[in-house]
């Protein structure tokens, strides 16, 4: 491999209990709030956990930091950009989990904690992995059939999110 050259890290690496989970390298996702919402995303049913609701994400590349793979999944998948957002921070909401036969190990979903740059929404444009983009008031949030892995993150996502300045 050259330096800098760019390895995708599309495909399976293990999970608990032997599952396969997406992104060879790990995964990330962004948790982008405006004001007292959150862009959410209801997954295409063809996509892994489809018809479920989280945030936009997907796979990490090799060597690409989960604040960039968060962005870069965000761009694509709904066209914001990424100047456009204020990174707060980001919290390893699932993993590590070892290797398992043939598939990588040490796979981690880290979620990148980011506000607009301003307290309203951004307007969005879906592409085909979504079925719907919705900006969900937090206190709502959990009323939607949720994803289980971001499911059970909402509480350490909003103890982090209490003590951010807006």
Not at 66 to 92: K, N
Not at 136 to 150: I, K, W
Not at 152 to 160: C, D, V
Request: proline share 6%.
């Amino acid at each position: 491999m050259k330096q800098g050259e760019h390895i995708s890290g599309d495909g399976w690496a293990a999970g608990p209990g032997g599952i396969k989970l997406w992104g060879k390298f790990g995964a990330a996702g962004l948790f982008l709030l405006a004001g007292e919402r959150v862009l959410l995303q209801h997954r295409a049913e063809w996509t892994n956990h489809g018809g479920t609701w989280g945030i936009p994400g997907g796979a990490r590349d090799f060597h690409e930091s989960a604040v960039a793979a968060a962005l870069r999944e965000t761009q694509e998948e709904c066209a914001i950009a990424p100047a456009d957002v204020l990174v707060l921070g980001e919290r390893v909401t699932a993993g590590p989990y070892p290797a398992v036969g043939e598939l990588p190990g040490n796979w981690t979903y880290t979620t990148v904690i980011a506000r607009t740059r301003g307290d309203e929404p951004l307007d969005v444009i879906a592409n085909e992995e979504s079925n719907e983009l919705r900006w969900v008031h937090l206190d709502e949030v959990e009323n939607l059939p949720l994803l289980g892995a971001f499911r059970e993150a909402i509480p350490s996502l909003r103890a982090f999110i209490v003590g951010q300045p807006r």
